[in-house]
């Protein structure tokens, strides 16, 4: 059973999809070097870093963008 | 700085690639707008990764119909919303650059010349990306494509770059602008004025792609930094009619350093890159960067 | 309630006023275009509370009609001819997507050659796109299947739209009385839709269009198919409601002096007018001969077609359309479905005229029994 038209009822049902599991590098964010720009939180695709800066790694799919834009280095990307 | 909402309108778990930019680009614009919103998409990457049945990564009312016609249905939306007396609930719809400057160009023309009061945004990332990296009208001079393909009697894409936005302006609507997701700031204000705009907005937003660009997925912004630190894109907008340059790099960089990375203009000779760099500084000379 | 002189496009259009429809998206193409002049009228006159969505294309008429049903509201579209073509592809998002809107259309040729008269191709070649089709005789049964096809649509067992088929030309643009319901009877019969398993809402938020890989999109179908086969009971109903409240009886098909007869005309639209002449004249002789008019072509109509031709020899099935390489499409559809001897015959291609000696040849041929399966009637010969 489908719903009629496949219409989806449930908004943000995607996050039954772990997509952490793609991950082949996994980013650690030394919370002592942030200067809380939020670069992280801006640009993650996944929208896996909280307000808090906690990395979701659920999520998170390990492409770096947060380690890239980190302007004081504070993240670095460990193989998995 | 940029808001950081309590709840991403985009979920996580969808199926983008690492390093994706059209996510970035759609979550940036849905926190900006927020619930009371309705979005509209285009076949392409945006539909087929945020809602494979029974999951979607919409968090707002979402609507699908087919590749060339989301400036179309966002018309019957937004008008059935108004009769509805739904006059506060913000319409965006979104295209990439195939269902936009190609395929979508007659349906999004109409929708904009007839007045309706939605946001139009253009995730352009200058190829077919969903189908595999096909060229469309929004493909830059010079780069390399499965169907413009570098070969012994070929250099790639041998056309420039249809120029989306002039076109959109040349329709006489009272917002059009051009925006990069390496400039988050410069971009959500864009969103944000092209929904407070009474009529139809259109925002041009260049968007590089890890898989079509050919470049490691942490790059997808520090590309498109590189494409407006050297005037390969220029950010701007258009208000009644009134052009205005939104961000000016300090010192343009050479074209050659954001060529360079990308996969997709490797094959580029030096003649070539001055070509493209004379393209660029043209550009940059008409619009006054 | 007014009787009226009017073309069936005025009927089209008068339904659609009364069904009250708050988005109408439409582009005017001949034989429809006065449609699409009248209702932009009723808007300019505020006789009906809508959007007229003046879209630049059919394409972009059928893909707003898509959007404004998906956010919950009746919606009213019409064309014809090459402008279903270009609808082709939306058409069948539509009737997928399951929003319930009504479209009619002006029965006209398919180019090429360039031709913007009568015949049916156009809709026949939409026949798998999931949307109910009602071929209609005269103004006043486009009238009533408009305002009939709104409530079969919307009703929760079918949510498919229906597209309302009346012949270029013969009816669109000729003249002939027509009652005009009052708007009460009407609201009676057709309260306001109230979408409940499709709507863009902020309050409610929904996704709509999705992509459905393999494990769903056979289950979606089947959805469909059921839908349309749920529409035959519901047709039935909504037709048997009607007839209480306005008077006109309708049905799927409509069988006249059938019962007793040994050979039946079958087909669709404003022929069946000429083909009552012909039957009466020649029950007149003595000939045992009837005529079953197709009003559902989409769903097929089975049973009910069985039940009028049960007691017939043979089957005359004239197709206003063709399917290259095997015959008319009706024709096919009745061959692979009715156990009866029957015999095509194709006519009246791009507005040729269907005379009454064209139906009497047709007579002629079946009783006689035809060289060919399939036979073109009316064409010249070098």
């Known amino acids: 059973m489908v719903n009629i038209g496949c219409v989806i009822t449930t908004p943000g049902s995607s996050k039954n999809n772990k997509t952490g599991s793609w991950r082949t590098f996994k980013p650690i964010l030394d919370k002592e070097k942030c200067i809380d720009c939020d670069n992280c939180i801006v640009f993650c695709p996944d ?9 979701d790694y659920d999520y998170c799919k390990g492409c770096g963008i947060c380690a890239n834009e980190c302007p004081s280095d504070a993240i670095e990307m460990v193989k998995e | 700085m940029v808001d950081i909402p309590d709840k991403n309108l985009l979920a996580p778990g969808h199926r983008g690639c690492a390093g994706c930019g059209a996510s970035i680009a759609v979550k940036l614009a849905l926190n900006a707008l927020g619930e009371n919103t309705v979005a509209i998409s285009a076949t392409g990457c945006l539909e087929v990764m945020t809602t494979p049945y029974p999951e979607t990564a919409w968090e707002i009312p979402f609507i699908h119909v087919a590749f060339e ?41 109409g929708a ?80 944000k004025k092209a929904a407070e705009t009474k009529g139809p907005a259109y925002i041009h937003l260049q968007q590089p792609c890890t898989t079509g660009w050919g470049y490691p997925s942490d790059k997808t912004i520090e590309m498109g930094r590189l494409a407006v630190e050297t005037g ?14 939104t961000y000016r790099p300090d010192e343009r960089k050479p074209v050659k350093e954001y060529l360079a990375p990308q996969k997709r203009f490797r094959h580029l000779d030096d003649e070539l890159i001055e070509k493209i760099q004379k393209y660029v500084d043209a550009e940059c000379e008409e619009l006054g960067l | ?49 809508a959007k007229y969505v003046k879209v630049e294309s059919e394409h972009s008429a059928i893909s707003a009609a898509v959007g404004a049903s998906a956010t919950g509201v009746r919606v009213f579209t019409a064309t014809s001819s090459q402008g279903l073509m270009l609808m082709h592809e939306i058409l069948f998002a539509a009737a997928g997507m399951r929003t319930p809107f009504v479209l009619a ?15 049916q191709q156009d809709s026949i070649a939409q026949r798998d796109a999931g949307w109910l089709q009602i071929y209609v005789e005269n103004a006043q049964e486009a009238l009533d299947t ?58 409610n938020p929904m996704s709509i269009g999705n992509l459905a890989d393999p494990d769903y999109y056979l289950e979606a179908r089947h959805d469909m198919q059921v839908a349309m086969e749920n529409s035959i009971e519901v047709i039935q109903q909504t037709c048997d409601e009607f007839a209480e409240i306005f008077g006109r009886k309708y049905g799927l098909v409509e069988p006249y002096k059938t019962e007793d007869a040994e050979i039946i005309f079958v087909a669709m639209g404003s022929l069946c007018s000429t083909i009552r002449v012909i039957v009466d004249q020649l029950r007149e002789q003595g000939e045992k001969v009837g005529l079953l008019k197709i009003r559902a072509y989409r769903p097929f109509p089975v049973e009910a077609i069985d039940e009028a031709v049960k007691n017939c020899d043979k089957l005359a099935v004239i197709d206003k359309n063709v399917t290259f390489g095997i015959g008319g499409a009706l024709y096919t559809d009745i061959k692979a479905k009715i156990h009866k001897e029957a015999y095509g015959f194709i006519a009246g291609l791009g507005g040729r005229d269907i005379t009454p000696d064209s139906i009497l040849e047709v007579y002629e041929k079946t009783k006689n029994v035809p060289e060919k399966e399939v036979t073109w009637i009316g064409l010249k010969e070098e």
């Open chain 3, 146 to 203: 408009t305002l009939m096809a709104y409530k079969i649509s919307e009703n929760p067992k079918v949510l498919l739209p229906s597209m309302v088929c009346l012949d270029g030309f013969i009816l669109t643009h000729t003249v002939e009385p027509v009652e005009i319901p009052d708007q009460e009877p009407v609201d009676e019969f057709l309260p306001p839709y109230k979408a409940e398993h499709a709507f863009l809402d902020p309050k």
């Open chain 3, 1 to 49: 309630m007014i009787r009226e002189v009017m073309t069936a496009n005025k009927a089209v259009a008068e339904a659609a006023r009364l069904a009250k429809p708050q988005v109408i998206p439409v582009y005017p193409i001949t034989p429809q275009t006065t449609i699409s002049e009248y209702l932009a009228q009723y808007v300019a006159d505020e006789k009906i509370d």
């Open chain 1, 47 to 55: 929208s896996c870093v909280n307000k808090q800066h906690d990395i």
């Open chain 3, 105 to 119: 259309d002006a029965n006209r040729a398919i180019s090429a050659p360039l031709n913007i008269w009568n015949d």
């Open chain 2, 69 to 109: 016609n989301s400036g179309a249905v966002a018309s019957g939306v937004e008008s059935a919303l108004r009769i509805q007396g739904k006059e506060n609930v913000n319409v965006i719809a979104f295209g990439g650059d195939g269902g936009t400057v190609d395929i979508g160009l007659q349906s999004l023309s």
């Open chain 2, 112 to 191: 904009m010349e007839r007045g309706h009061n939605m946001t139009y945004i253009c995730y352009d990332n200058e190829a077919y990306m969903n189908t595999g990296i096909q060229r469309s009208g929004a493909t830059p001079f010079g780069a390399t494509t499965t169907t413009s393909p570098m070969g012994s009697a070929s250099f790639g894409e041998d056309k420039p770059k249809k120029n989306m936005p002039m076109i959109m302006a040349a329709h006489g609507i009272p917002y059009v602008a051009t925006a990069s997701i390496a400039y988050p700031e410069d971009y959500v204000n864009k969103v």
């Open chain 2, 232 to 245: 390969s894109w220029i950010l701007y907008e258009i208000v009644d009619g009134k052009f205005e340059i």
